[in-house]
């Protein structure tokens, strides 16, 4: 991933401080993409690397479809932070998993804000830090040693 501009390279490093990890080190972690949302039709808008580890089927989905792939016990609280986002002006940020199978899980950081319009339209901007490597759950490494 080349840093295009010092925009990008801004909010990479903003993202880097807000996982814990140095803005080297981003690059070969995480895919980091931008995406969008249209809230008035609910769309969403992912990058390639960011929509094929979401399992989804192009670089547009709805929003269930981004996260029925999540951590089902996360599932409320991305809802919450997205429909707040959706309401009002705000800057938020969620952490989730990917669960890509039994044991398995890819760590998943999303920052963003929103600009809404009268409560009937805006966009949602944001930027999804998704693991590249997919981790073990300690239940699974433990069931390995028996």
Not at 57 to 74: H, K, N, S
Not at 95 to 103: H, K, L, N, Q, S
Request: charged fraction near 20%; proline fraction near 4%; hydrophobic fraction near 45%.
């Amino acid at each position: 991933m080349a840093l295009k501009s010092t925009t990008t390279a801004l909010r990479l490093a903003s993202v880097a401080d807000l996982i814990g990890i140095e803005p080297a080190a981003l690059e070969s972690a995480f895919v980091c993409e931008e995406w969008s949302a249209e809230l008035s039709t609910g769309l969403v808008w992912l990058g390639p690397e960011t929509a094929a580890l979401h399992g989804a089927a192009g670089a547009r989905c709805g929003i269930m479809d981004l996260i029925q792939v999540y951590d089902p016990g996360d599932w409320q609280k991305v809802l919450l932070a997205l429909e707040e986002a959706a309401t009002i002006a705000t800057t938020f940020s969620f952490v989730t998993a990917i669960r890509p199978g039994p044991g398995l899980y890819r760590p998943v950081f999303c920052f963003g804000r929103s600009e809404t319009i009268d409560g009937t339209g805006g966009v949602i901007q944001g930027t999804f830090a998704v693991a590249r490597l997919c981790l073990e759950t300690a239940a699974a490494k433990h069931d390995r040693l028996n």
